[in-house]
């Protein structure tokens, strides 16, 4: 340990190191024992709500063409709910509720020609679905694959069955300059297993 730099560094990551465990050992430290009670639950019952004596009903004011002015009291006065009869016109004809329509709606329903049938049978036959060239589905993943997926990681091409790439590969790293023997038993190779 010649060089100061190793000193400086080992000797800083020692105080760094005795600083840490300094740090975790203080708060491995127990809480102190001088509370006994470490959770106490305290319930608070609601007050009871105060019931409001009953409004008398008032009449619906009329409608008059005058200006009423507005009370300023501190109080608001409570709302009241109205009953207005709906002014039936003699051009249209009323709506029907929702049970005419659902009666209408089904009753078109039945005299659609074909009837489908919206119960779930789980025990029933259904023919295989059928490619019809909108999409390609992929075949399952077989252990082959996630062998061949594994190579490619760590292999980069990964294995192959076929040996001519790796041939075709081999004559042209050969190229002109490389060994004529090597080269010959390549083609040879070439000729047998590819051609």
């Known amino acids: 340990m010649r060089n100061?730099?190793?000193?400086?560094?080992?000797?800083?990551?020692v105080l760094v190191h005795a600083g840490i465990a300094w740090w975790l050992l203080g708060l491995r430290e127990a809480p102190p024992v001088d509370s006994t009670i470490a959770l106490q639950v305290a319930?608070?019952?609601?007050?009871?709500t105060p019931?409001?004596?009953?409004?008398?009903?008032?009449?619906a004011p009329a409608t008059t063409t005058r200006t009423r002015r507005v009370s300023t009291?501190?109080?608001p006065r409570p709302l009241q709910s109205v009953d207005v009869p709906a002014a039936a016109s003699p051009s249209e004809p009323s709506s029907?509720?929702?049970a005419a329509l659902l009666d209408q709606a089904r009753d078109w329903a039945r005299t659609q020609s074909p009837q489908p049938a919206f119960t779930h049978d789980p025990l029933q036959r259904r023919?295989?679905?059928?490619a019809d060239g909108r999409f390609a589905m992929r075949g399952p993943i077989t252990p082959e694959d996630i062998a061949k997926g594994i190579g490619q990681l760590f292999g980069g091409a990964g294995y192959t069955q076929d040996p001519c790439p790796?041939?075709?590969r081999n004559i042209a790293n050969l190229g002109t300059g490389g060994d004529t023997e090597l080269a010959s038993e390549e083609i040879r190779r070439l000729r047998q297993f590819c051609l």
């Open 127 to 130: 023919p295989p679905p059928a």
């Open 43 to 48: 319930w608070i019952d609601r007050p009871a």
């Open 51 to 59: 019931s409001l004596p009953a409004l008398p009903e008032r009449p």
């Open 4 to 13: 100061p730099g190793v000193r400086i560094a080992l000797g800083a990551t």
């Open 96 to 98: 029907p509720d929702a």
């Open 73 to 75: 009291s501190a109080q």
């Open 166 to 168: 790796q041939i075709r």
